[in-house]
């Protein structure tokens, strides 16, 4: 297992927004290579010794930490290293990386777009030639979201008082100065670079250093024959941590996602095994299945990846009864968007044909399975997330984790040890360092309030069908995604139309005499009053969310 070498000259790079804390820094020993046999006698050894030194650990009462009695079924809380008071620290600028911004498809063509980086906000918008632009989101006159501007002509136009910006940033227009005055030089916008790479735009968030873009991820599968995939995107309301742990975690899925589609049923959880292959300075990889699964014949284990700072691939390859083979992707995207806040690209593809009645189901009805599981996860992640903030304690004083579940959290927190000096803020596995900025509140706040607005329809804006709540599937994900709000709109439409046949279908019946016409006009008003029913329970499935009964039957 080839490891990296931390990079001790980039430990105080002038990019790092608070002093590291006292910590003695040594390079990564062979300790992290070792098995847990070998782990478990080197911790023995190191107890014998720690009667005739005195050891200093980074978190307080870290040396207090005990090995449980069965180290065959917990994960070590503590390394040899950290119990010496050591750990390993990387050089890492959360500026100087690239994030998945949005889907390339769901750019909208006639009106600008606000997103958020962590706490930075950006406005991302298509230009007269359709080129994608991104700025800072905010006019350099009276600090107005361009987001809330609009497109003329293909420039950007702030909607407070008309000034314009083309596609560079500069301002090309300022209606309240006089004729002949020039445009100050000052007042112009800062731009972002930003890149489309298979189907997503990556933002590079740094203004001092140029985009390395060998940084951007490249994902084989996706460009593979006859690789078809469904992407999806969604925003959640808790931090992305918290996400990638969920989503770097299958042993929940049986579980929180029962019969939610054909793959997951409670029956079927059980212990998992795990195999690290990978760690280095950006993330951490390796294998993983059911435990019962390992020693069948032609059977090939998931292999998941982390790259950071917020890239999940999951992929697997399998051989078919006709010897072709074939490949699976499970890629997650994850964003972080605010404290509290994430927003995901989901992006679900294989090499496979669908088959059945599998070539019928419409994307749209994915999309909207995929938003349910979400919401099965959402109430105990924010709780979570809550806790964290509450504690203000590292991952490893509140975490009971398994070996046979939770090997990936804990990878993941553990690399944000090392690189978290350099994050606006984290919670790592043995190090937090907790938001300097209180939170912008932005959403609908967790708990009955949210949940109960969110298990009614969205509605009753004045002049719309939707009134802004982001606790709704709607404003997570609709409003994010063209081809779900076409459907709404067209299910809409023939709503509005089967209503108004059924009533003239009914009012024919009251008024012609003959039994066969009744017969058949109250035969039309049925049809459209069922075709009404459908289409207001597709639109519901847009515009409201699962909710957990809590009740099994």
């Known amino acids: 297992m080839a ?83 050591q750990r390993e620290i990387v050089g890492y600028d959360w500026t100087e990386e ?35 632009r991104c700025f800072e989101d905010r006019c350099p006159h009276r600090l107005a979201k361009l987001s809330e501007g609009q497109l003329y002509d293909g420039k950007l136009e702030c909607l407070y008082h008309g000034w314009q910006f083309d596609g560079d940033g500069k ?83 049986p579980i929180s996602h029962d019969r939610t589609d054909f793959t997951a049923k409670r029956e079927d959880a059980g212990p998992l095994f795990f195999e690290v292959t990978e760690r280095t300075n950006r993330g951490f990889a390796g294998w993983w299945g059911k435990e019962k699964d390992q020693g069948k014949a032609n059977y090939t284990p998931n292999f998941l990846r982390f790259e950071a700072p917020c890239v999940l691939h999951n992929s697997r390859e399998f051989v078919d009864e006709n010897g072709e083979k074939h490949y699976f992707s499970g890629l997650f995207l994850c964003r972080p968007s605010g404290q509290g806040k994430s927003m995901l690209i989901v992006r679900f593809g294989n090499t496979t044909k ?49 070996r046979s579940s939770d090997t990936w959290v804990a990878e993941y927190r553990k690399w944000m040890d090392k690189v978290g000096h350099g994050m606006p803020y984290h919670f790592g596995h043995s190090t937090i360092f907790l938001p300097q900025q209180p939170a912008v509140v932005e959403h609908a706040p967790a708990g009955f309030v949210a949940n109960f607005s969110a298990a009614q329809p969205a509605k009753g804006g004045v002049g719309g069908m939707y009134a802004p ?37 009914t009012a024919f019946a009251i008024l012609v005499s003959g039994r066969q016409w009744k017969a058949v006009f109250l035969l039309l008003t049925s049809l459209c009053l069922a075709g009404a029913y459908v289409c207001s329970t597709a639109i519901a499935m847009n515009t409201t969310n699962f909710i957990r009964t809590h009740r099994r039957l």
């Open 3 to 85: 490891l990296q070498q931390p990079f001790l000259s980039e430990l105080l790079h002038s990019t790092s927004k608070r002093s590291l804390p006292n910590i003695t820094l040594t390079t990564r020993s062979s300790f992290v290579s070792l098995q847990t046999p070998q782990r478990h006698n080197y911790y023995l050894q190191y107890k014998q010794l720690k009667k005739k030194e005195r050891c200093y650990a980074i978190v307080e009462n870290l040396g207090a930490e005990v090995v449980d009695e069965d180290q065959s079924v917990i994960l070590e809380n503590s390394s040899l290293d950290e119990l010496r008071g």
């Open 469 to 505: 709540n982001p606790a709704n599937r709607y404003f997570r994900h609709v409003v994010h995604c063209k081809d779900c709000r076409n459907v709404v709109k067209a299910f809409e439409t023939w709503k509005k139309a089967l209503s108004a046949i059924g009533l003239v279908s």
């Open 98 to 132: 690239w994030y998945p911004l949005y889907l390339t498809k769901n750019v909208p063509d006639d009106a600008p777009l606000g997103l958020t980086v962590f706490d930075k906000q950006v406005v991302l918008y298509k230009d007269g030639s359709g080129e994608l």
């Open 171 to 253: 301002c090309v227009k300022i209606p309240q100065l006089p004729e002949n005055a020039k445009i100050p030089r000052s007042a112009c916008t800062k731009p972002y670079k930003i890149r489309d790479s298979q189907g997503v735009v990556w933002i590079w968030m740094s203004h001092r250093t140029p985009p390395n873009i060998n940084k951007i991820p490249w994902f084989e599968n996706f460009e593979r024959k006859g690789f078809q995939d469904i992407s999806t995107i969604h925003e959640l309301p808790y931090d992305h941590s918290i996400l990638l742990e969920n989503l770097m975690d299958p042993a929940h899925v």
């Open 354 to 402: 669908r088959t059945g009645i599998l070539k019928f189901i419409p994307n749209w009805f994915w999309h909207q399975n995929a938003s349910k599981v979400f919401e099965q996860d959402m109430g105990f992640l924010s709780s979570q997330n809550e806790i964290l903030m509450k504690e203000k304690v590292p991952t490893k004083k509140l975490y009971l984790n398994l």
